[in-house]
């Protein structure tokens, strides 16, 4: 899997101004990528992009040498989006009854739900879960469709730091043994240079600034205490708030 972004830019139709202008990225298989920026800096709209939902003015989205369209990424809004008349296994099944051809069987998906921590949830309703559970169900989801590449939109931005912290290593673990390429958005810098291979910094009116974390792998979570993740933190918030870095 080879994604590449070139000269990408879009403009909302009632906005003077593009949202998205001139990106260029390029991703490999199996890399953890995170989008920060202030809010309103266009993270959405990138990813909504790259989903195929918004199609840009200018430039283009291969993935594979194919430029890519709606379907050929797995994608987690930011907000969770479950329906609340389906329970979790038929909310997460949603994505097999819609593609037919896929041969994800009931019994495949338990044993997920299980590794999710959700075992036992199956017939629950969504609103009988906790934030944590639903954005696990969501994310689930989104894995399930078998998409090589997964588009998360601030998966974890609504959960408390104890919940957010052990979503982060569930992550981390599923990442590692799926090998999925993760594009990761967050306003959390911490959480970005805990999780990330490369962070993405989107500005408005400035061109995108590409940042390697370059700490080794597996990470335990106290990494976030040590000198050079702190640097790290230090210098993105530097970066995004234009002090010199
Ligand atoms: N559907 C839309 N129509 C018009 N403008 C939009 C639409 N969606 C987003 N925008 C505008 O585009 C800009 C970027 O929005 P976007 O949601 O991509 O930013 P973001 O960085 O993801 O923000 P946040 O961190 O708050 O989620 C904002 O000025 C927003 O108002």
Redesign the pocket.
């Known amino acids: 899997m080879t994604l590449i972004i070139k000269n990408l830019s879009y403009t ?4 003077k101004k593009p ?1 998205i202008s001139e990106v260029h990225v390029t991703v490999k298989k199996g890399e953890f990528i995170s989008l920060i ?12 992009l790259i989903t195929g939902i918004l199609y840009q003015d200018a430039g283009d989205i291969k993935l594979n040498d194919r430029s890519i369209t709606l379907g050929d990424v797995g994608y987690m809004p ?1 907000q969770d989006l479950l329906l609340p008349w389906r329970t979790v296994l038929e909310n997460i099944m949603l994505p097999v009854e819609i593609q037919k051809n896929s041969h994800l069987t009931r019994e495949e998906v338990r044993k997920w739900l299980e590794r999710a921590g959700l075992a036992g949830y199956e017939q629950a309703y969504p609103n009988q879960l906790s934030g944590g559970m639903r954005q696990r169900v969501s994310f689930l989801r989104a894995m399930i469709t078998g998409k090589d590449l997964l588009l998360l ?2 998966p974890f931005g609504a959960l408390d730091s104890f919940t957010k912290k052990e979503m982060q290593t569930w992550l981390l673990s599923i990442w590692r043994d799926s090998k999925k390429t993760i594009f990761f ?1 967050t ?1 959390d810098l911490e959480e970005a240079c805990y999780l990330s291979d490369r962070i993405l910094l ?1 500005k408005p009116d400035h061109p995108m600034e590409e940042i390697v974390v370059g700490l080794p792998r597996p990470r335990p979570s106290d990494i976030v205490y040590t000198s050079k993740l702190v640097e790290l933190r230090h210098k993105l918030e530097k970066k995004m708030t234009d002090e010199k870095p």
């Open positions: 909302y139709p009632n906005h949202t920026g202030k809010s309103g800096s266009g993270k959405s709209t990138l990813l909504k930011q939109d601030e958005i306003h989107l």
